[in-house]
């Protein structure tokens, strides 16, 4: 029997991946939605959005492992941001909660759904 290191490390290369973001968006978002009702609404709206994008726009997602689809789905937001903004994409978390935009909300969102 021959092993594959491909999708081992291709999870590897997903989690490492979310885990940074969590660190950059899931933990300062998760600190402000537990201070402001309004955070946290975005947050969850965001949030069922990913789930449901998962859930119904992946086909057979359940054979595949979540940080992988999730780390997928990251790439595709970004590629078309980067697409739509001519190429530039800062990255950068926003100051304050209440000023963040959609995709700062979505990729806090992914880190939910990571468990991160």
């Known amino acids: 029997m021959v092993f594959s290191l491909g999708p081992a490390l291709l999870e590897i ?3 490492r991946h979310l885990r940074q973001l969590n660190i950059e968006y899931g933990v300062p978002a998760a600190a402000a939605a537990a201070q ?8 969850d709206q ?7 994008i998962l859930e119904y726009g992946v086909e057979e997602a359940a054979r595949l492992p979540l940080a992988i689809l999730l780390a ?4 595709g937001l970004l590629d078309q941001v980067v697409a739509e903004r001519a ?12 000023d963040a935009d959609w995709l700062q909300y979505r990729l806090a969102a992914v880190c ?3 468990g991160a």
């Not at 997928?72 to 790439?75: A, I, L, Q, S």
């Not at 994409?89 to 209440?98: E, I, K, M, N």
């Open 46 to 52: 965001h949030a069922a959005a990913v789930r449901d």
């Open 87 to 98: 190429g530039v994409f800062a990255g950068v978390a926003p100051q304050t909660w209440h």
């Open 112 to 114: 939910h759904h990571a």
């Open 72 to 75: 997928g789905y990251v790439r």
């Open 13 to 15: 290369s997903a989690r």
């Open 36 to 43: 402001h009702p309004g955070v946290l609404a975005q947050l």
